[in-house]
């Protein structure tokens, strides 16, 4: 038996919800662990400072958010384009 387009919707609809509900309980869980992170490096850089060691460093890495603009300037998302970006080349014709 095939499933209709709206039972197939439906279904998409309820793996998108439970995936997203994980997603932010994932996201509530790094946000306590790095509050409880940043506590720690504060009390062991406490006590390093007091017995003369040096202060730990956060070897965290980076993140960063790509943002897309769409109008009438924005870079065309061509393979030429991306190959003259990772060359050095102008984005420019």
């Known amino acids: 038996m095939t499933k209709s387009l709206s039972e197939w919707?439906?279904?998409?609809?309820?793996?998108?919800?439970?995936?997203?509900?994980?997603?932010?309980?994932?996201?509530?869980?790094?946000?306590?662990?790095?509050?409880r992170l940043a506590a720690k490096k504060t009390e062991v850089n406490q006590i390093a400072q007091v017995i003369g060691k040096p202060p730990v460093e956060s070897n965290r890495r980076l993140?960063?958010?790509?943002?897309?603009?769409?109008?009438?300037?924005?870079?065309?998302?061509?393979?030429?384009?991306?190959?003259?970006?990772?060359t050095g080349r102008g984005l420019g014709r």
Request: hydrophobic residues 40%; charged residues 20%.
């Open 63 to 86: 993140t960063a958010q790509l943002v897309e603009d769409h109008g009438p300037n924005s870079v065309p998302n061509s393979p030429a384009t991306i190959a003259r970006a990772l």
């Open 9 to 35: 919707l439906t279904e998409g609809e309820a793996l998108y919800n439970a995936a997203l509900a994980e997603y932010q309980n994932i996201e509530a869980q790094l946000d306590e662990l790095e509050a």
